[in-house]
């Protein structure tokens, strides 16, 4: 007779937004209620940026803050001084896994002390420069299909491919029904053309190239060799590789995975059904916006999801997680 192993339940999973988060202020009342913690990680990111990202979080409008060489140190920035700030409410909090949306894959590494905030901040100010640089010698972009299954986007997306139209891609598996395609123009117009005609929503997304394509593949081996600079630490708790779909084994897995994100499709509905195998019954988002529980509610309905972006939500939360801390049901 088989043995049946049973997966640990009510586990508690850590998430960090991408870029589409970012909004005017993000961070900012956290900096200044925790002035040593969070204030300090805003504080780190002025300095490295080598400008006054906190000014532009604060004064700019949203079309210069949605700029991605702005938007990737600005946005890693405020979901980490949320991070900072509910560490120093519950400094006992371990989560069982963290997994961030392309971007935030690299908050969820500093969270997990991975990666020092400096390194981090360093990273994703050149990882948006490089991205800005790679997208200027494509003429493309990316949309959003929405009802339609990722076999189907596959499909049409060989099919106009194989037009001689361009390349395109599945850049984005979010959740059942929502993928994001990115690639040249021409060939991701006729994509989008032939999911609407099979029933799909198209929406075009405001982004400055055809980012999560091969079409990226300079901009990750430029990060690679930037990577190699960095001190890489184990992590404190599991984090999960967007190209892989499943948490880091190591250093070198890491440098190849974050050299791989930016060219390659990421796997976000894979990573959470993954944690709902491996026991997680808590997911806390962690900055700006709400994007990730309404992709984790549609993946898992049902799914309990708290959020931490400023002092009101973060006092919520820590409600939440407080009686779990105390009784070690964060833990792994």
């Known amino acids: 007779m088989k043995s049946v192993v049973e997966r640990p339940r009510g586990r508690v999973a850590v998430l960090f937004p991408g870029q589409g988060a970012q909004c005017p202020g993000m961070g900012l009342d956290l900096a200044h209620a925790y002035p040593f913690t969070a204030g300090k990680v805003m504080r780190t990111a002025d300095r490295v940026a080598g400008f ?26 405020a979901s980490l001084a949320a991070w900072r700030a509910l560490m120093t409410e519950l400094p006992g909090f371990v989560p069982a896994f963290a997994a961030g949306l392309s971007l935030g894959e690299y908050t969820a590494l500093a969270a997990a002390e991975v990666l020092d905030d400096e390194d981090v901040l360093r990273l994703v100010t050149w990882r948006g420069r490089y ?24 499909a049409l997306c060989r099919e106009s491919a194989s037009s001689g139209a361009g390349r395109v891609w599945v850049a984005n598996y979010n959740a059942p029904g929502q993928c994001v395609i990115s690639g040249e123009q021409g060939a991701l117009k006729l994509a989008a053309g032939l999911s609407a005609s099979r029933g799909g929503k198209v929406v075009p997304l405001k982004v400055s190239g055809p980012f999560h394509s091969p079409l990226m593949g300079r901009a990750g081996r430029r990060l690679a060799a930037l990577l190699a600079t960095a001190s890489v630490r184990t992590p404190r708790f599991p984090v999960y590789s967007n190209a892989a779909g499943r948490p880091y084994t190591g250093p070198e897995s890491l440098v190849r995975g974050l050299e791989r994100q930016v060219s390659s499709p990421v796997l976000w509905e894979d990573i959470v059904r993954d944690m709902d195998l491996q026991g997680v019954e808590l997911f806390v988002e962690v900055g700006p916006g709400r994007t990730l529980a309404s992709l984790v509610r549609r993946i898992l309905p049902g799914a309990e999801v708290i959020g931490v972006s400023d002092t009101e939500s973060l006092a919520r939360a820590v409600e939440v997680l407080r009686p779990l801390v105390a009784g070690g049901g964060a833990a792994r």
């Open 52 to 77: 006054r990202l906190t000014s532009l979080i604060e004064n700019a409008s949203p079309r210069v803050l949605a700029r991605t060489d702005i938007t990737q140190p600005a946005l890693v920035a």
């Open 131 to 154: 991205m800005e640089e790679a997208a200027r010698g494509h003429r493309g972009g990316m949309c959003a299909v929405l009802g339609l299954e990722r076999g189907v986007v596959e």
